[in-house]
């Protein structure tokens, strides 16, 4: 059964912990990650992207799937499935699909449209029993051809979202999507203080959660984030494993070209990141 993130989310805030969102692409995808939670007894919230729900054919495709296989594999941790950065438009098809938690990113437009159009949509979520996720301040990086420059959120224009109601709140702090370059200054601590003064309990959520130090997720974390999403992480040990297989000529013995036998080691590598990540945001138990 899909929960709406909120009740997760207050709880990793109390308990100083963030739960995961683990980007999800296919059937292998959500598997593996689906399977991690359970065996960790940890909440997990499964993020898809406007660009990963069309590759799927359709939100409604990618909701019926996912609320089958927790019935299927039997789950019984805290599951919120959430779109990724969400356009106006986007999160109304999701609401419609069945989508139990939705981010519109408002980021992009001046910021009385965004809070115009995030008021909107936090009715409908109240309504139907959803999560909504605001962004204030675009996120660095390039996801499904949005392109961020990284620039800080102000705290002010954080409280003035904040303040409408969202159940979580995404503020740019110099974070991004993608690998971080070597010159990355690291993630603006001070502004998330700032932040975290001006929008009081409100959960945070940390945006590129791929190569960010193990230091400075825990002290993210300890300023109020409560939810941290990854995505690239689990593209590259996913790419590297079935590299690997390939290489070794393993599709070539026997039926190794099965596709189930080579996407497995794919999907082997993929819990191994979500449950090093879950370990490190200190999730596991937490269900």
Not at 51 to 73: D, N, Q, R, W
Not at 243 to 250: L, P
Request: hydrophobic share 40%; with cysteine.
């Amino acid at each position: 059964m899909l929960v709406s993130a909120k009740e997760m989310l207050e709880k990793a805030r109390d308990g100083k912990y963030a739960v995961g969102q683990f980007n999800i692409n296919n059937l292998e995808w959500t598997k593996s990650i689906l399977l991690t939670a359970e065996e960790l007894k940890s909440p997990v919230i499964l993020g898809v992207s406007e660009g990963a729900g069309k590759y799927m054919t359709g939100f409604k495709t990618v909701s019926a799937m996912v609320k089958a296989m927790i019935e299927e594999l039997g789950i019984t941790v805290p599951v919120a499935l959430h779109l990724d950065h969400g356009t106006y438009e986007g999160c109304y098809k999701c609401i419609e699909a069945g989508f139990s938690s939705i981010m519109f990113d408002g980021s992009h437009y001046p910021i009385e449209e965004n809070v115009a159009k995030t008021k909107e949509l936090i009715k409908i979520c109240e309504e139907k029993g959803m999560s909504l996720e605001a962004e204030v301040g675009s996120i660095g990086g390039e996801e499904d051809g949005v392109v961020g420059l990284g620039e800080c959120a102000d705290p002010a224009e954080c409280k003035q979202v904040a303040d409408l109601g969202v159940t979580m709140l995404a503020a740019g702090i110099g974070n991004i999507h993608g690998q971080y370059p070597e010159n990355w200054p690291g993630l603006r601590f001070d502004v998330l203080e700032a932040i975290k003064k001006e929008v009081g309990d409100m959960p945070l959520v940390l945006h590129g959660g791929t190569g960010i130090p193990e230091d400075m997720i825990k002290k993210a974390i300890s300023l109020g984030v409560a939810k941290i999403n990854v995505n690239t992480e689990c593209q590259l040990s996913f790419a590297a494993a079935t590299r690997k297989y390939i290489e070794a000529g393993k599709d070539l013995q026997g039926k190794g070209f099965d596709p189930r036998k080579l996407l497995a080691p794919g999907a082997e590598a993929i819990k191994e990141t979500v449950k090093e990540k879950m370990e490190l945001f200190g999730s596991v138990g937490k269900a």
